[in-house]
């Protein structure tokens, strides 16, 4: 999967990354199922360290997120993965702040 859109810039739209699905191309649901649990598990793996990096940088008197480490992750996935991929990264930084 490319990181551009075929004229160099960065795409708009997750779906100008996304290959096109071919009709008659197998695929089973059980595998997009067990795709989703991984994510799932990613994302909470992140939460889970990036709350104890919060309480450890609190115990140290700083911040307790840095915003241009945050900043950097919303440039990253929107990068990636266009305008979709903020909202994707700006869901995980909810995820993974403190309740």
Known sequence: MSETVEDGSA????????EP???GEPYELDELDRLDEQLIALVLLRARRARGR?????????????LARENAMLRRY???LGREGT???L???ALSRRP
């Open 21 to 23: 699905y071919e009709p």
């Open 91 to 93: 869901a995980v930084l």
């Open 87 to 89: 909202a994707i990264a």
């Open 78 to 80: 929107a990068q990636r």
């Open 54 to 66: 919060q309480l450890d940088r609190r115990a140290s008197g700083l911040p307790m997120s840095p």
């Open 11 to 18: 795409p708009d739209r997750l779906a100008d990354l996304v």
